[in-house]
């Protein structure tokens, strides 16, 4: 499976913009992701744009895949009655909705506890012959949320992310270390840039149950991709049993 990670410059545009920047890289991959809060930019005013489970958003998206035979993951404030929640979709290359992951712990400080209401449970889908977990940011720094899903038998873990300029561990040693103990695929997409006073890392990896960032981009605009295999998820979870042993733990 061919994967990407479009690295869009921060700040907020207008969503046909969004559109435009998102039908031009999605042609010739099996899967493309984007950061979190694409639709609307990650802001304090992203939740202004909040528009529900497959909304004109959404629906444009689905064209996008449809028209290029490419599934897209991309971050959306959602809207659901009285609540809005910071949420990602996934969409196949035919254009279905196949999941839809609502965030369920929010970036420590950040604009996010006053303007989203908080998701609840892991999100899967199937994809392509892929067992696929989708969450989001901050939500993969934790150890027992990556555990979860591996062992509910994820080998792909899609991640829309906002990381700060300031935290460019998390992209350089967390994920690949989160792909290495759990031996699954990673593909994590960030903003490039700084707007509205928030500075952003631009460290988007797509990392390998080898533990290896197998693509990384710099803090500009990007696209990066690479050809991830579903053998080396087997292999590497045989080599190191860590989802077997851990079973094991008293601890």
């Known amino acids: 499976m061919r994967v990407g990670a479009y690295q869009c410059a921060a700040g907020r545009v207008d969503p046909q913009t969004r559109l435009d920047q998102l039908r031009a890289q999605a042609a ?11 639709l ?3 802001t304090p005013a992203s939740a202004k744009l909040a528009e529900p489970q497959g909304g004109p958003f959404g629906q444009a998206v689905a064209r996008i895949a449809r028209d290029a035979g490419t599934a897209i993951a991309y971050g959306y404030p959602e809207k ?3 609540c809005v929640y910071n949420a990602a979709a996934l969409y196949d290359a035919h254009g279905r909705l196949l999941a839809n992951h609502r965030k369920t712990i929010m970036a420590p400080g950040s604009f996010e506890h006053a303007a989203f209401a908080r998701g609840r449970g892991l999100t899967f889908a199937d994809l392509g012959g892929w067992r696929v977990a989708m969450i989001i940011c901050y939500e993969v720094e934790f150890p027992e949320i990556l555990r979860a899903a591996a062992r509910q038998g994820a080998a792909l873990i899609i991640v829309p992310t906002a990381l700060g300029a300031d935290w460019g561990v998390v992209a350089e040693r967390v994920v ?6 759990n ?4 593909v994590y997409a960030d ?4 707007a509205e006073g928030l500075r952003f890392y631009g460290g988007s ?7 290896t960032r197998h693509a990384a981009a ?3 605009p990007a696209l990066i991709t690479a050809e991830i295999d579903r053998a080396s998820v087997a292999r590497l979870q045989a080599r190191l049993p860590y989802l077997k042993d851990c079973k094991e733990l008293t601890c």
């Open 28 to 38: 010739g991959l099996d899967l493309l992701v984007c950061p979190e809060l694409f």
């Open 40 to 42: 609307s930019g990650y």
């Open 218 to 220: 710099t803090g500009r």
């Open 191 to 194: 903003h490039a840039g700084a």
């Open 205 to 211: 990896t797509i990392a390998g149950p080898d533990g």
């Open 176 to 181: 690949p270390t989160r792909a290495f103990e």
């Open 183 to 186: 031996g699954v695929w990673i």
């Open 80 to 82: 659901d009655g009285a």
